[in-house]
């Protein structure tokens, strides 16, 4: 059974693979336009450290530097692997496509999160490790391998986190028809978690811990890799990320045994 | 088609455009919080100007510029450029281009249209702004009022221009959206959205005045917030409209060529 699902998507990623390079101009242009973005990512961060040694709520420019590394890394795993394939849910079921996936004998939400890759992403990849490299370099420090141990958990987790709040909003989908700019929503959101999360105060604090987790995303990592990270909240974002999969999967399940197709 | 059929025909565009907007309302008002970038870069200047103020903004100046930054990106919003490059692909131009009025006509009453309802979200905001931190979050003159709506005015029609330019570009190419993500990108960077175009590094400052972007959004917030002298602000208000006759020419040579290669796919 596990055997076979790994198998599928082995070949579902082959397929978006071939895909991806069917256009090479369009190929080329995407890993272009990829390494722009994460480089106009930085301008803000040089505006709001252009005085030497300023700090925001405690954090250095080297400091910062490391959530954006994280920001950059997490933005292409979303853009290149998660939104690209749910996004495809939301046609499927404007146009009443989703019948023919439910109908495949393997499971729905896996088939779905898998249709789609765009392999141009893992430049962003190789821009978070340069931006790293570029952060510790400037802090003059490296991290100890307990803090890359503890960031790669953490990676885990804001994956998991981002996913689920992605099959979140695309659950939304069956309930209001239209919903891709749901998904614009969700991105201009996870934008603010490119700064440390103590800049937030008040509601915007608590709203990005708790209901929208990007503190746990990118600040978390980046504090692992400085090894200023408490051991809780380390066990908190694991749990927290393990109940926000449980969560969304449920919403899922509940989501698709109330679709009907848009025929009937 | 005469200008006088045109200017006939328009209002009632206007208000097909208007009951659009009270149609789609849920639609919209995923649209404005999906615009919350301001509210992030608030949050993040004031954290910065804690300790000391940044050039000459306080905390209390940066709530202002950003509670004005996104009253002025909701009456600048246009959409064109999507709505072109899916009605190309889909050949529904076609459809558009029967009507005895250029399509643009349409497309921009339906932005213009959607202005009444966002008048809901951006006038509290507005007032917040004022209630909060007195009468200085709007014109403080005559003159400022004419200007700051003169500004807003060219800043939707550069918007909305380079969206007709940049939708246009998909009748040459297959898809123009990539496109439309770079100018985004630089939008972003250069039109005083994420910052007050001033805390920009001198060499490039120059650079600024020179381009679109900060007409978008940085002039008309500038105006709103009384950051210019009646010299000074008259001389970006001509920049501005200098820019919008540019984009003008260009969207509409762009416009008319690229008609001529339109086939209509799957139509």
């Known amino acids: 059974m596990f055997r076979r699902y790994i198998r599928l998507f082995g070949v579902q990623l082959r397929a978006s693979s071939l895909l991806a390079m069917q256009y090479r101009g369009d190929f080329i242009v995407e890993g272009l336009i990829s390494l722009f973005w994460s480089a106009t990512a930085l301008a803000p961060l040089f505006v709001v450290f252009q005085k030497q040694g300023q700090q925001i709520e405690g954090w250095s420019f080297g400091e910062s530097l490391l959530v954006i590394g994280w920001f950059t890394l997490l933005q292409g795993i979303l853009e290149g692997a998660i939104s690209p394939s749910l996004t495809g849910v939301v046609e499927h079921i404007r146009k009443g496509t989703l019948d023919f996936v ?7 939400q896996f088939l779905v999160s898998t249709t789609r890759f765009l392999p141009w992403r893992a430049t962003n990849a190789l821009a978070a490790l340069a931006i790293f490299v570029y952060g510790f ?72 811990t708790f209901v929208i987790p990007l503190a746990v995303m990118t600040t978390f990592p980046a504090e692992a890799l400085l090894g200023r990270l408490s ?18 999967r449920r919403v899922w399940l509940h989501a698709i045994g109330h679709y009907t197709s848009a025929s009937s | 088609m005469s200008v006088r059929s045109t200017l006939r025909a328009f209002p009632t565009l206007l208000r097909v455009g208007v009951s659009e907007a009270v149609a789609y309302r849920a639609e919209m008002f995923i649209w404005v919080l999906s615009t919350t ?14 300790a000391a103020p ?79 931190l007195g009468w200085g979050s709007v014109p ?22 380079a969206n007709v330019a940049i939708g246009t570009m998909s009748l040459f190419m297959e898809s123009s959206t990539k496109l439309m993500d770079v100018w985004i990108a630089l939008f972003f960077v250069c039109s005083g959205y994420l910052y007050p ?25 500038e105006l709103m917030t009384n950051t210019h002298d009646f010299h000074k602000a008259l001389a970006l208000l001509g920049r501005q409209w200098l820019w919008v006759a540019l984009m003008l020419t260009i969207s509409l040579g762009l416009w008319k060529r690229g008609l001529k290669r339109f086939a209509a796919y799957g139509g």
């Not at chain 1, 051991?231 to 749990?239: A, E, H, I, K, Q």
């Not at chain 2, 970038?37 to 804690?50: D, G, H, K, S």
């Not at chain 2, 175009?197 to 917030?221: C, K, T």
């Open chain 1, 102 to 108: 439910l109908l495949k004998p393997a499971d729905a």
């Open chain 1, 137 to 208: 370099h400037i802090l003059g420090t490296s991290p100890s391998l307990l803090g890359v141990l503890a960031s790669l958990v953490l990676l885990g987790c804001s994956v998991l986190l981002l996913y689920s709040l992605w099959i979140l909003t695309v659950s939304a989908a069956f309930y209001v028809v239209k919903v891709d700019n749901l998904t614009y929503f969700f991105t201009s959101i996870f934008d603010a978690a490119r700064w440390p999360a103590p800049v937030f105060r008040g509601v915007l604090a608590f709203v990005f």
């Open chain 1, 231 to 248: 051991l809780m909240s380390l066990v908190g974002s694991v749990l927290g990320s393990v109940f926000f999969a449980f969560v969304s």
């Open chain 2, 37 to 50: 970038m301001p509210f992030i870069m608030m949050a993040l200047w004031t954290a910065v100007a804690r």
């Open chain 2, 54 to 132: 940044v050039g000459r903004y306080s905390g209390d100046d940066f709530i202002r510029y950003f509670l004005a930054a996104f009253v002025v990106r909701q009456m600048t919003g246009a959409w064109a450029a999507w709505q072109i490059n899916y009605e190309v692909r889909q050949g529904t131009l076609a459809m558009r281009l029967l009507r005895p009025i250029s399509p643009l006509w349409s497309y921009a009453a339906e932005n213009l249209g959607s202005f009444p309802m966002r008048l809901f979200v951006v006038v509290p905001v507005a007032a917040f702004s004022v209630y909060k």
């Open chain 2, 140 to 161: 403080q003159t005559l003159w400022g009022w004419v200007f700051f709506f003169l500004s807003l005015f060219a800043g939707w029609l550069i918007t909305f221009l």
């Open chain 2, 197 to 221: 175009v001033e805390l920009f590094p001198p060499a490039f400052r120059a650079a600024l005045d020179w381009l679109p972007f900060r007409y978008q959004i940085g002039l008309p917030v």
